[in-house]
């Protein structure tokens, strides 16, 4: 089993920058891919940005529009998101998810097997 726990979010103001962190723990080993979604209210999980445990190639969507970096630090099993020039619109709760398998869509929830708790950050005037 793998473990995952999101920290760092908050209340901010638009234009200013915040960083996630995830901690995983347990069979680390079996990630393959971390990958940071979130969810607003009445909206779908939406995919953030993921990045390979090994490797470190980092995955965006374009509707991040490079205002995003995800990082890793491998030898303390940890995984960031530095997010700059926030919007209204980032509002939502951030989650952490890990994926066993090396393959797959990045882009999607389902191929995730492990979730952290989620960790809110609202962007507010």
């Known amino acids: 089993q793998v473990q995952l726990v999101e920290s760092g979010g908050g209340l901010v103001q638009p234009g200013d920058s915040l960083r996630l962190s995830c901690a995983a723990s347990g069979r680390v080993g079996s990630i393959y891919v971390t990958g940071w979604f979130r969810q607003a209210p009445g909206k779908e999980r939406e995919f953030v940005a993921a990045?390979?445990?090994?490797?470190?190639?980092?995955y965006y969507p374009d509707s991040v529009n490079g205002r995003f970096t995800i990082s890793r630090d491998y030898a303390k099993n940890m995984v960031y998101l530095q997010m700059n020039n926030l919007k209204d619109e980032d509002t939502a709760v951030y989650y952490c998810?890990?994926?066993?398998?090396?393959?797959?869509?990045?882009?999607?929830?389902?191929?995730?097997?492990?979730w952290g708790q989620g960790t809110q950050v609202t962007v507010s005037s």
């Open positions: 998810a890990g994926r066993p398998n090396p393959a797959g869509n990045n882009e999607a929830a389902y191929e995730y097997e492990y």
């Open positions: 990045i390979r445990r090994a490797s470190g190639t980092a």
